[in-house]
């Protein structure tokens, strides 16, 4: 948790950590959208960590006996992104209170605490097509932002009309 504060979110205004799973054919969760839900709705940043498939068996693989292990995979800011999009459009279609639009600000990390570390923020739609390199990444959602947390993520935007979405709700929080 420490190492995320090298984007200038202020640690102690963090909820509960979430982890985003690849999602299958099969198998797309949303538990949690619903964690984010409750740490953006107190007001909180949430963590989420990107799953990571290392020495994973196919179904087959594992069915048959065979000790052959798909190649490793990361996800990605985008992947994770594009995830958080389709779920707030089914939200959106079936009538649900929305925790997160696509144009909620969120902040994109990269290999931190490596000499090639990397942070953008921006919308969610903005992260869901960004390329951060190599992984390991991980991604932040925001809650009420500081103007000192609004400054420092200014640093990290893509462009100069970053962080448009903000609204200040008094005169020291901002939200998206």
């Known amino acids: 948790m420490n190492a995320v504060g090298c984007c200038g979110l202020q640690l102690y205004n963090f909820g509960e950590t979430v982890s985003i799973v690849f999602w299958t054919d099969t198998w797309r969760p949303e538990s949690f959208y619903d964690k984010i839900k409750r740490n953006r709705d107190a007001g909180m940043h949430t963590l989420c960590l990107l799953d990571i498939k290392?020495?994973?068996?196919?179904?087959?693989?594992?069915?048959?006996?065979?000790?052959?292990?798909?190649?490793?995979?990361?996800?990605?800011?985008?992947?994770?992104?594009?995830?958080?999009?389709?779920?707030?459009?089914?939200?959106?279609?079936?009538?649900?209170?929305?925790?997160?639009?696509?144009?909620?600000?969120?902040?994109?990390?990269?290999?931190?605490?490596?000499?090639?570390?990397?942070?953008?923020?921006?919308?969610?739609?903005?992260?869901?097509?960004?390329?951060?390199?190599?992984?390991?990444?991980?991604?932040?959602v925001t809650g009420h932002l500081h103007p000192l947390e609004v400054d420092m993520l200014r640093l990290f935007c893509s462009d100069t009309n970053g962080l448009q979405s903000l609204k200040m709700t008094d005169s020291s929080t901002y939200i998206s």
């Open 54 to 140: 290392v020495k994973e068996q196919s179904m087959e693989n594992l069915m048959r006996g065979r000790k052959v292990y798909d190649p490793p995979r990361y996800m990605t800011v985008a992947q994770a992104a594009g995830q958080l999009l389709e779920i707030i459009q089914n939200r959106r279609e079936r009538g649900d209170d929305l925790a997160l639009t696509e144009e909620t600000v969120c902040v994109g990390l990269s290999r931190v605490g490596s000499d090639d570390q990397l942070i953008r923020a921006g919308s969610l739609r903005e992260l869901a097509s960004c390329d951060l390199g190599a992984p390991l990444h991980s991604m932040l």
